[in-house]
Structures are given as structure tokens and as C-alpha cells.
């Protein structure tokens, strides 16, 4: 008896101890789960309403969500390049709103540094809202709601601070929470499979965390497009978004340098790159593969990497975002 309790200890420590090395483990893990950002809800509330509102367009046709689809796009659209007022055709892809609030610096080439100084390019944006402040509020101060709304958030009434910094806090809110692959983070290692573990690991071996890491899997880094082979001398353009950051800094070592995506929700936004020139996922991979690591990444690789990807959306208002893999419908 005394000896199947010494055994049982000797069990339960081996637990512990597998516990207590194993999160010690991913305490150094590249990646980190996403957490809840505290936010003022009456600001929330006002942000909401005016990220739905298409008065924030020149000509009342389109709202933030036209480019940004919560429901049926994973924060994007889906589109190669979106289309603005009158139909213009912008310069990029589309980039996902949710998790935003993570990334150290917003658009492609981080010209706004913030989610309340993102609000201005959209607004002003040619391609995009077409508006100005002054039209805006002119069509939004005499609304009784919004005056409801802003009044415990804008001491000063609802104002274009008023309505940036509300959007923001909105926006604060679009976190894909507890994925399946922050929950094996947080110690559940069963949360994700073999397979999908064994797609992580490629996803380190092979160097992919060098740019996409962090919180956001992304978002917190610049890179050139074209490490290892060049990108635009295979894919021309004449567009002067192809140059990134370099249109910010004017620095020549920034040219066809971007914000490194994030990959939380990538299973859910194609198509990829910042000209969305990739519908599909493996091909975006081997060209990865390709341009920013020198090497080509076997389709078997691709592969298990795809099923680590996954395991990245996680759970917006109660919903998993986390789509049903290819051939298991
Ligand atoms: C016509 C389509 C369109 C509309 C409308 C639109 N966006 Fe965007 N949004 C885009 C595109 C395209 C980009 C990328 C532009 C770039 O990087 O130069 C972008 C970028 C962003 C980003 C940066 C994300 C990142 O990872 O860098 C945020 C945040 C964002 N939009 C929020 C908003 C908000 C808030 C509104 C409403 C006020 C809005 N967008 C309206 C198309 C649109
Ligand atoms: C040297 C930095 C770097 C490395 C290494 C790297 N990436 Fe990227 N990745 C980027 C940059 C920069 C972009 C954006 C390119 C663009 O469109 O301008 C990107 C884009 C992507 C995209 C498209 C995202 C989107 O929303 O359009 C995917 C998917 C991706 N990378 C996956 C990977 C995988 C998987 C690996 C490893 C095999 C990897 N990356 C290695 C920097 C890197």
C-alpha cells in the first residue's frame, strides 16, 4: 500500500515537474497570447456606432465595416484592392481591423502611428471615405444620439478628436481572444494537435518568427519584401505603394520595406501581400519561402505549417473565428 502511495507521489511530482519545465519553456516561446485591453464602454459604444456609420463618407455610401467585414471577411474584404466612394480602386490590400490595436504602428508602411491618427487617413483617404472633418461634422453634430452618446465621453461635445479617439477604443475591442494556440501557450497542451504542433515548430525552424512574432504574430516589425531575392524585380510596379516605408522616411534602406502582417487571422484574409497579388496560402508560403529566407519549403512543410496557422484566430464576442480546415467540411 505504503509503496502504490510513494508511486503515486512519485507520479503527481512528475506532473508538476512536467508542468513546471514545460511552461518554464514557453515562457521564452516567440509568441504570446493575446489579452484583453481595458476600455471606457460608453467611448466603445460611440466608437461603434460611428465605425457603422457611412455619414463618415462623402457621400453617405460606405462605413468603416464596407472594407473591414467583422462578420464575413475576418476584419477585411476579401478583395485584391478595396473600393472607395464612387467605386475608386485603392493602392493595397486591405488589412484585417481586428487585433490592430496590437501592431506598433498602422497601414502597410506605418504612416500613422496610432489607431486615432489611423481615423484621419480613412476619412481623407481619396480611394476610401473621401470625406473631411468639417463635412463630417456638419452631417453628425445636430444627431441627438450622437449628442447622447458623446456627452459623458467629449467634454467638448463630438468632435473630430472626440470621434478618432472613440473609434480607437471601438477598435481596442476587436480582439480575437483565447485561440486555440494561446490556450496551449497558457499550458493546455492538448488544446492544439500534433500535427499543428509539429507546424509550429517548422514555423520556427525554418525562421518565420524572425518577422512574425509577438502578440500579433506580427505587426511589431519592418522588413524589406525581398531579403534573399527580388521581389519587384519579378513583380514590377510602377505603383508608388510598392515602396513602403520609403514613402514615409525617405530613406533609400526603406524602400519595399512593410509592417510585417500580422498571421493571426491570415487563414480568413486572402488574398495576401500588401498588392494582394496571392490568393492562396501555400503559394504566399513557398514565396515567403522563396524571398525572405532563400530557401524552398517542401509542400509537406507548407503544409503542416497551414495547420498551425489555424490554431491562430481565436473568439470574437463568444464565436470562434477559427474557420473549418480545407477537406474536413
Ligand atoms: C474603401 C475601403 C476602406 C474603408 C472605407 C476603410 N478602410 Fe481601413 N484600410 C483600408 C486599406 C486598403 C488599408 C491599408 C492602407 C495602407 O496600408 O496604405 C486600411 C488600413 C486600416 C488600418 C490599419 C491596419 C494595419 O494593420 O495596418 C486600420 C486600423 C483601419 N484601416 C481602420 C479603418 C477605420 C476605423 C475605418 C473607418 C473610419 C476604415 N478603416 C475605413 C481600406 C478601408
Ligand atoms: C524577413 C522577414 C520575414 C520572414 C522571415 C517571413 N516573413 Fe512572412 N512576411 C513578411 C513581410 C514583410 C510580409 C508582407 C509582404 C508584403 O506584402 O509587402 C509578409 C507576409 C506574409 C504573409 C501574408 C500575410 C498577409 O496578410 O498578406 C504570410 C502568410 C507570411 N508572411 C507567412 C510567413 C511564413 C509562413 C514564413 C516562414 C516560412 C514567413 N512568413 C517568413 C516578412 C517575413
Known sequence: MLKFYAKLCGVWVGMLWSQVAWSLDLSIEPIQP???INTNPAKVSLGKKLFFDTRLS??????????????????ADH???SFGVEGREGAVNSPTVFNAALNFSQFWDGRAATLEEQVNGSVNNHAEMAS????????LQPDKDYQKLAAPVCKQGLDADCIRRSIAEYEKTLLTLDSRFDQYLRGHESAITAEEKHGYHLFKL?????CHQGRNVGGNLYQVLGVMANYFDDFPSNDK?????????????????F???????????PPYFHDGRIEKLDETIRSMGKYQLGRQIPDQDIASI??????????YQGKSLEPVKQGQE
Open 58 to 75: 462623402h457621400d453617405n455610401s460606405i462605413n468603416c465595416a464596407h472594407c473591414h467585414d467583422l462578420t464575413h471577411a475576418g476584419g
Open 259 to 269: 509592417k510585417v502582417p500580422s498571421l493571426r487571422l491570415v487563414v480568413l484574409t
Open 306 to 315: 497551414i495547420h498551425f496557422l489555424y490554431t491562430l484566430p481565436g473568439i
Open 206 to 210: 525554418y525562421g518565420c518568427v524572425a
Open 79 to 81: 478583395l485584391k484592392y
Open 34 to 36: 493575446i489579452q484583453v
Open 241 to 257: 505603394a510598392s515602396l513602403g516605408r520609403f514613402n514615409v522616411t525617405g530613406d533609400e534602406e526603406d524602400k519595399h520595406k
Open 132 to 139: 473631411n472633418w468639417e463635412e463630417i461634422l456638419r452631417k
